[in-house]
């Protein structure tokens, strides 16, 4: 069957506005249907409005990435308290780094009880930055509030297992998840920089930055 050219309309759907793109035969030229673009939106928009945004494809312009973990297969931008989470998949993983700013384009899901962008397209790096400073917080500031963001903890450590150890502070404990091995020891005073996110249904944070004092 062929398709004759299609009008070039605007589709609603909802909050969405949506220009749809014709797709070509190849070896016509001919237009054999159209898909419609992600929408264009702002990481902070994202972030605080998630569950608006779910199961639909965006494009986020405006991402500065604040932590590479799992060897560049997770990426955390950042968006003032929050962040979000771009997971790359290896076909289409980049070379980055904190403070890159990204261009990506791909589908808002939930993982493990938090939120992340599926990419469909490889994300593109359109820029460069000093790297995002992490907030500090105590222990029982840890919350929805900073899910997925970068922070920064000071504490006494325990507990410590093979990829994990336990930092309390004067308002409690949070496990800190360290894939990387580079463990302290039980009873050191450390800081801990990394991501908030959710474990089992328990906050922790993932990091990759332990420093003493």
Not at 196 to 202: D, F, N, S
């Amino acid at each position: 069957m062929k398709w004759s050219a299609l009008a070039m309309d605007v589709i609603s759907h909802g909050s969405y506005s949506l220009s749809p793109v014709l797709v070509y035969n190849p070896n016509s030229y001919e237009p054999i249907g159209k898909v419609t673009a992600a929408k264009v939106v702002s990481l902070s928009t994202l972030v605080n409005n998630v569950r608006a945004y779910l199961h639909h494809d965006v494009q986020i312009q405006d991402g500065v990435v604040s932590a590479v973990y799992s060897g560049g297969s997770n990426l955390y931008l950042e968006a003032g308290d929050k962040g979000m989470r771009v997971y790359l998949p290896a076909d289409i993983k980049i070379p980055v780094q904190a403070g890159d700013e990204l261009d990506v384009s791909g589908t808002v899901s939930m993982y493990d009880g938090t939120p992340e962008i599926d990419p469909t397209l490889k994300p593109t790096i359109v820029g460069h930055i000093a790297a995002p400073a992490p907030i500090a917080i105590s222990v029982s500031q840890v919350s929805d509030a900073y899910l997925e963001g970068y922070v920064s903890l000071h504490g006494t450590v325990s507990h410590v297992t093979d990829e994990t150890f336990q930092l309390s502070d004067s308002t409690g404990t949070i496990s800190i998840y360290e894939p990387s091995g580079t463990l302290p020891t039980a009873g050191q005073t450390v800081t801990v920089a990394g991501v908030v996110t959710l474990y089992k249904g328990h906050y922790q944070i993932e990091t990759s930055n332990v420093t003493q004092g």
